[in-house]
């Protein structure tokens, strides 16, 4: 059974774009390095033919792979976001009980996390410790480095 990722409409264009590419340029790419390496002669002593041979290989399973994430990829409709709950896509400002610090992010799919753009994946330790918390609730987050404590202060959709 495959598990369904929500996205933005951006992120799964992006993703499909990404499936583009990889099938409509580095595929043939693929198959024109092995045929160039196959005119090189002997096949059982040739390692540019299984260098090319193994590259292609990897690229199929990461299509394949790609293929399998957009076709259970939904897209989901911000405005309808229940806001009363932190859920995939919601935007969540959190507060460190330990050191004060406050911080807003946004839970989106593993392949849309940007840190650097406050965008975490809903996978993360931190993203499964928020989702179906609320407003004023306190979660205790299991991370690598031990429990941290977060209390939720502010859900909305943006």
């Known amino acids: 059974m ?31 390095a092995i045929a160039e390496a196959r005119d090189k002669g002997d096949l059982s002593e040739n390692a540019e033919y299984d260098a090319a041979k193994e590259a292609q290989g990897l690229l199929e399973l ?54 650097k753009s406050g965008k975490i994946s809903v996978d993360s330790p931190i993203g499964k410790g928020l989702l179906g918390k609320k407003v004023g609730e306190v979660a205790e987050i299991q991370v690598p480095r031990g429990v941290m404590t977060f209390e939720i202060l502010e859900i909305s959709r943006d």
Not at 2 to 27: F, H, I
Request: aromatic fraction near 4%; proline fraction near 2%.
């Open 62 to 115: 990461k299509i394949a792979k790609l293929e399998e994430v957009v076709a259970n990829a939904r897209i989901i409709d911000e405005s309808q976001l229940d806001t009363s709950k932190v859920l995939v896509h919601s935007t969540v400002k959190i507060k460190n009980t330990t050191n004060g610090a406050e911080v807003t992010y946004k839970l989106v799919a593993q392949s849309e996390a940007d840190l």
């Open 2 to 32: 495959s598990k369904v990722s929500y996205y933005t409409p951006e992120g799964l264009k992006k993703l499909r774009d990404e499936l583009d590419q990889l099938r409509d340029v580095e595929r043939p790419k693929a198959s024109q």
